[in-house]
């Protein structure tokens, strides 16, 4: 036989793929065609679910190097040492529309790296916007609902998200960079990425320190005006993929630094905002950046669907020496991503090569739909007299952190949810300011009356001339909130 045989899933080659087997040359098709079959049934399961946020993506594979070991604050061994190189997996995406949706929309861009440390896989899933919308992960489903097409219409409305919005005024600051034209990047290539959330650093004697991090394009960062976007939109509703993945093959291979801020737990309260709260940056003046390392994206995915849509990224991958903080969005978030995952994916999703550590995998969790690592041997429980078997390995035991406090629901104490917008605002250029008032100006102009005017209050509060500019561009009246405002 040669190796060149079309063939059926189970290996065998086929005879004829053009012909359905009939009874006689007109007649109906018989049920004993097993390769017809196979092949429209294999068809008819080519979907998965799409993620339900953040469908639409494109990715790359790379590497990250080290140049300043961060030894003193980590024992996560793969930022250990000057030198040291970690295969990647990135994944860039955009957030509220469908899987096929256009790569231009006013949106967050996902940013998304998995490192297959040799200590286990971490995954860094953050976005190129420096804040979020919310503070707390209970807040999420009715955002993102917002955010999402209409249940009746299935169409995105302005009035919907501005109705969510207006009342929930920490998304200020997040809507000042989605409305600027940060919130239409130019491609995946010429943005940054963010961590958001603050993380906690442990080192080898169990000192610990919170730490955010940034990721800063050799590229440079390139955004789109409205009319820009909405030009390459009308060519191509797949230019960011494209831009990605025609770098990587022609050689051109994106890079970006990785800088970190690092906080002493002592100085939480050092400040006018809480620092685990998601909604604001740590002013860089004040906690200057330290870069790590660089990470260069150099091959591309073989296969999208296997690689790119059967990624599982989760801000719970973590390893050994970064542990989350207390940001209540962070902790949604670390049971949000596997749970989805499981329901995407299926409960071996670990085992689709992507997601697959480099590091062993050796453990008593068995069997389960589409077990493809089966593990040898009879022990499958621990402890166990055994001695070759896997054992527990106490430096790696997670940190000890003391708590206070009662069990709550409460707002944070320093909600401060103002300031750091207005000073978004105004470390914009003239332009970037005026692009971005047109922008807010277009989009609340279709929302009702008394969103609004909430919404102007909101960016009042955090810029007065924003607040005036926003008024006088939707022909509202604010004289009469003023004193309120300005309280
Ligand atoms: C994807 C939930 C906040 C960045 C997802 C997915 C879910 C989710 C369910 C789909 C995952 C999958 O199907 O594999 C949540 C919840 C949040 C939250 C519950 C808040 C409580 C955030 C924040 C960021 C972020 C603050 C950025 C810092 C991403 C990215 C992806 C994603 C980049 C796409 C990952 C990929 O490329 O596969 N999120 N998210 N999310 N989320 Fe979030």
């Not at 604001?280 to 004040?286: G, S, T």
């Amino acid at each position: 036989m040669t190796h060149n045989h079309l063939t059926t899933n189970q290996g065998a080659p086929v005879g004829d793929n053009q012909n359905s087997r009939t009874a006689g040359q007109n007649g109906p098709t018989l049920l004993e065609d097993y390769h017809l079959l196979e092949k429209i049934a294999h068809f008819d399961r080519e979907r998965i679910p799409e993620r339900v946020v953040h469908a639409r993506g494109a990715g790359a594979f790379g590497t990250f190097t080290v140049e300043n070991a961060m030894k003193r604050y980590t024992k996560a061994g793969f930022l250990g040492e000057a030198g040291k190189e970690t295969p990647v997996f990135v994944r860039f995406s955009t957030v509220i529309h469908g899987q096929s949706s256009p790569e231009t929309a006013r949106d967050p861009r996902g940013f998304a790296v998995k490192f297959y440390t040799e200590e286990g896989n971490y995954d860094l899933v953050g976005n190129n916007l420096p804040v979020f919308f919310i503070r707390d992960a209970m807040k999420f489903p009715d955002m993102v609902h917002s955010l999402k097409p209409a249940p009746d219409t299935n169409v995105q409305t302005p009035d919907r998200y501005w109705d969510f919005m207006s009342l929930t005024p920490e998304s200020t600051h997040m809507l000042t960079w989605v409305f600027s034209d940060y919130g239409t990047p130019a491609n995946y290539r010429e943005m940054n990425g963010f961590g958001v959330h603050a993380f906690k650093w442990i080192n080898s004697v169990g000192n610990y320190v919170y730490v955010k991090y940034h990721w800063k394009p050799h590229q440079g960062v390139r955004n789109l005006s409205k009319a820009e976007a909405a030009a390459v939109q009308g060519e191509d509703f797949s230019h960011a993929t494209r831009d990605l993945y025609d770098a990587i093959a022609r050689g051109d291979f994106p890079k970006w630094d990785l800088h970190v801020q690092l906080l002493q737990p002592e100085d939480l309260d050092a400040y006018d905002f809480d620092p685990l709260d998601p909604t604001k940056v740590w002013p860089e003046d004040v906690i200057p950046l330290h870069k790590v390392g660089t990470m260069t994206l150099n091959r591309n995915p073989q296969n999208f669907f296997a690689d790119v849509e059967q990624a599982a990224f989760a801000p719970s991958v973590l390893v050994a020496g970064i542990e989350p903080s207390e940001d209540k969005l962070l902790q949604g978030r670390l049971f949000s991503y596997p749970d989805t995952q499981r329901h995407r994916l299926g409960a071996n999703y670990l085992q689709i090569p992507v997601n697959c550590p480099y590091a062993t995998v050796q453990n008593n969790q068995r069997d389960g739909a589409m077990q493809m690592k089966p593990q040898a041997g009879s022990i499958n429980y621990e402890p166990t007299r055994h001695a070759d078997e896997p054992k527990e390995a106490p430096e790696y035991r997670d940190s000890s952190t003391p708590l206070h406090g009662s069990a709550t629901r409460q707002k944070i104490a320093k909600a401060n949810d103002f300031a750091q917008a207005g000073d978004t605002f105004r470390s914009f250029s003239e332009q970037e300011q005026a692009n971005f008032i047109s922008n807010l100006v277009g989009d609340l102009s279709s929302v009702h009356e008394k969103s609004k005017l909430l919404a102007i209050c909101n960016f009042y509060r955090a810029d007065a001339k924003l607040g005036e500019s926003l008024a006088a561009g939707l022909n509202v009246d604010i004289s009469g909130y003023l004193q309120h405002l300005n309280r």
